[in-house]
């Protein structure tokens, strides 16, 4: 990327000949992307990131396609970048069909199929969850959505470097993602459009992007994007199988070691880095706190600190009961991690819920430990 912030300056959209390098990044990028997911260059669209794409994906279909339809389909657990749109689209009229999970996480494609009607547009269900990393049936999904004439967006965020992608096979019309969640630069993203797709555009201004999405391109978040989007595709079974495995031992020496202990999320079909529980009688934001402490990032589906007090919608969609929500933790490994990494947690966090536990005024008496002197 370094380069395209000072050397190659110019405009990609300039006629003279020192804007050529800079367009010429663009378009490599623009072809990375395309092989990624099995798509064509002139189908892939830049955007400032997932959540201007999922954003674009449903709001312009929904605009293009007001007169023949009104209705829309998504799931409960979806991101709020999709979730929020359609929220604001049934403001303006359109009805949205938000469609439940299983306990682990899954969309039935049998549900999606009930669920469509003569006023149906749009069927827009995740590839992989951000939260409990549950894996959807996408092909199936897309099967049914184009056996009744209806157009299928995914939003693909979490599954690009995990899931093989590839947009004909598994029916796809339109596919969001985003560098960073790839180790590419953040604010830079992209949807799929495929050909023929009817949209209107959220952005108008100049005739970039085919004249679908105006503004001068950030060109060096292009350029990361296609080079992160290369590498992380690059060996997608392999990198699985490494992560896979260190999670693999995180989630067994976990459960094995912290009683009153569940995984969230499907056991098999889920991201490989993804590893999320639920601990009884403790509290999110504490078991946070106090990994902090030891120098472990996590992230946790509970929301004592907000505003609204209410836990991870995902986590309630699939049958969670509002203490276990608010007891969640999310574990989730990187490139960077090591075996060693994953012992360290291992002898840090069934101190950490012990703690917590012996001073929770949920825990009974007899899930309390032995004080530790
Ligand atoms: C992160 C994420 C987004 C939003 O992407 P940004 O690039 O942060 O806007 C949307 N969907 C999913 C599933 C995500 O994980």
């Known amino acids: ?58 709001k312009g279909v929904a605009a293009a396609h007001r007169k023949r339809g009104d209705h829309i389909i998504t799931s409960a657990i979806e991101h709020h970048a999709v979730l929020h749109p359609c929220r604001a689209l049934e403001k303006q009229g359109y009805q949205v069909t938000y469609l439940p999970v299983d306990e682990f996480g899954r969309v039935d494609p049998a549900d999606v199929e009930d669920a469509i009607t003569d006023r149906t547009i749009l069927v827009s269900v995740m590839t992989a969850n951000n939260e409990i990393g549950t894996i959807q049936p996408v092909a199936e999904i897309g099967r ?25 096979a598994m029916g796809i019309d339109l596919l969001s993602l985003s560098a960073h ?16 797709t009817r949209i209107e555009s959220l952005v108008h201004g100049g005739g970039q992007e085919r004249g ?39 989630v067994r020496g976990v459960l094995g070691s912290i009683p009153d202990t569940r995984l969230n999320g499907h056991p098999k079909e889920r991201l490989p880095n993804n590893a999320n529980f639920s601990f009884r009688y403790v509290e ?19 929301a004592c600190s907000s505003a609204s007090l209410e836990p991870s919608h995902v986590l309630l969609a699939i049958g969670l009961p509002h203490e276990e ?22 002898s840090v966090l069934p101190e950490v819920i012990g703690r917590l536990r012996q001073i929770s005024p949920l825990t009974p008496a007899c899930a309390r430990m032995p004080e530790i002197e």
């Open 144 to 168: 049914v959505a184009h056996d009744h004439d209806v157009l299928f967006h995914t939003d693909a965020v979490q599954a690009v470097g995990a899931v093989p992608i590839d947009v004909d």
């Open 212 to 250: 679908r999405r105006a503004g001068t391109e950030n060109v060096p978040g292009i350029v990361g994007l296609g080079r992160a989007i290369e590498l992380a595709t690059a060996d997608i079974e392999g990198h699985n199988r490494r992560i896979a495995a260190m999670r693999d031992r995180l």
């Open 325 to 346: 929500a608010h007891g969640s933790l999310r574990l989730t490994l990187g490139d960077a991690n090591t075996g060693e990494d994953v012992d360290y947690v291992l």
């Open 284 to 302: 999110g934001e504490s078991i946070l706190l106090l990994l902090d402490a030891h120098g472990i990032c996590a992230s946790t589906g509970s």
């Open 181 to 196: 969640k790839f180790y590419g630069p953040k604010g830079i993203g992209a949807l799929y459009i495929r050909r023929g």
């Open 1 to 58: 990327m370094t380069p395209y912030f000072s050397r190659y300056f110019g405009n990609p959209s300039s006629l003279y000949r020192f804007a050529h390098t800079s367009r010429e990044g663009v378009e490599e990028a623009r072809a990375r992307v395309a092989t990624a997911l099995g798509a064509e260059p002139e189908e892939i669209y830049f955007t400032a990131g997932g959540s201007e794409a999922d954003n674009w994906a449903i």
